[in-house]
């Protein structure tokens, strides 16, 4: 009897065992380079810092958390991690899970215990989404414990597209210049906030997280009722990006890249001072432009 075999395009080429490790590697490789780079250019870690690594259980922190673990392996400074994660009292949400493997992995860790997840329902009209206060309620409770045990910086997993996104909606929607820093002081001046993913693409995260195999936890507080604004802005980048392969990654070199003398921001440059001919003020010419008629008064 004749065998019979399957068409051409019934088969699926599958990578060769080899080529993935060999690619993960690459991809690991590149991660610690753009993590170490953004620590680097922001002076994110100092010697003997006592940092606080925000676990929310998503492939974002565990990331941040892989990558800093590495690094501090061949860091030219020592420093502290110790995970921290907000147990919201989210219905069937799965406590187990991240004491488990930050023991396996020999992280310190400590899980606050706070209801905001009754609270958020609770205030929030049924409809709306409840990512904002969800939010504010979270960073409070991170902040508070951050300031009890003494943390000198608190790592957040946002990455080079979250900080691409905020730009757009703060443009959009508040008509304001403004995003996400990679490192910033909190309103109240007591915490330096880090975020260590700055340069990594969310593209690269989502590939690195499903080849190190994280026990994922998604959120369902908010998880299926993403802020519709942010979620429209995240289309179109993800369309960009499509039909503009790098555009994403442009538009975040150019966050670094200001050019105050271009832009309309008196607070920035100085307009006024930049005469026709000269680099002199001009003294009266542009007074009434500021409603300032008091030089112009009749004898």
């Given at each position: 009897?004749?065998?019979?075999?399957?068409?051409?395009?019934?088969?699926?080429?599958?990578?060769?065992?080899?080529?993935?490790?060999?690619?993960?590697?690459?991809?690991?490789?590149r991660l610690r380079r753009q993590v170490g780079q953004a620590i680097a250019d922001f002076g994110m870690i100092e010697a003997n810092d006592k940092i606080m690594v925000c676990?929310?259980?998503g492939k974002d922190s565990y990331t941040l958390l892989d990558m800093l673990l590495q690094l501090r392996a061949k860091a030219p400074v020592p420093f502290e991690l110790t995970a921290v994660n907000l147990d919201q009292k989210q219905p069937g949400f799965p406590k187990h899970v991240l004491p488990?493997?930050?023991?396996?992995?020999?992280?310190?860790?400590?899980?606050?215990?706070?209801?905001?997840?009754?609270?958020?329902?609770?205030?929030?009209?049924?409809?709306?989404?409840?990512?904002?206060?969800c939010s504010r309620m979270?960073?409070?409770?991170?902040?508070?414990?951050?300031?009890?045990?003494?943390?000198?910086?608190i790592a957040l997993g946002h990455h080079r597209d979250d900080m691409v996104a905020t730009f757009f909606m703060n443009l959009f929607h508040h008509a304001k210049l403004?995003?996400?820093?990679?490192?910033?002081?909190?309103?109240?001046?007591?915490?330096?906030?880090?975020?260590?993913l700055a340069y990594v693409s969310e593209t690269d995260i989502i590939a690195y997280a499903d080849a190190r195999e994280f026990p994922i936890i998604p959120c369902n507080l908010c998880g299926s009722q993403e802020n519709l604004q942010r979620k429209q802005?995240?289309?179109?980048?993800?369309?960009?990006?499509?039909?503009?392969?790098?555009?994403?990654?442009?538009?975040?070199?150019?966050?670094?890249?200001?050019?105050p003398s271009q832009l309309a921001d008196q607070s920035l440059f100085d307009f006024l001072a930049?005469?026709?001919?000269?680099?002199?003020?001009?003294?009266?010419?542009?007074?009434?432009l500021a409603g300032d008629l008091a030089n112009d008064t009749a004898p």
């Open positions: 009897m004749d065998a019979t075999f399957p068409s051409q395009h019934n088969i699926t080429a599958r990578p060769a065992p080899g080529r993935i490790r060999r690619e993960q590697c690459k991809l690991a490789k676990l929310s259980g488990e493997y930050l023991s396996s992995i020999g992280v310190p860790y400590h899980i606050i215990e706070q209801d905001t997840y009754s609270v958020v329902t609770r205030v929030v009209p049924e409809g709306k989404t409840l990512c904002a206060l979270r960073r409070g409770a991170l902040y508070a414990y951050a300031e009890t045990q003494g943390f000198t910086k403004s995003g996400m820093p990679p490192k910033l002081r909190s309103d109240n001046g007591k915490h330096v906030v880090i975020r260590p802005v995240g289309v179109m980048l993800k369309a960009w990006e499509k039909e503009y392969p790098g555009r994403i990654e442009q538009i975040a070199r150019a966050l670094g890249n200001i050019r930049l005469g026709r001919h000269s680099n002199t003020p001009l003294p009266n010419a542009h007074a009434w």
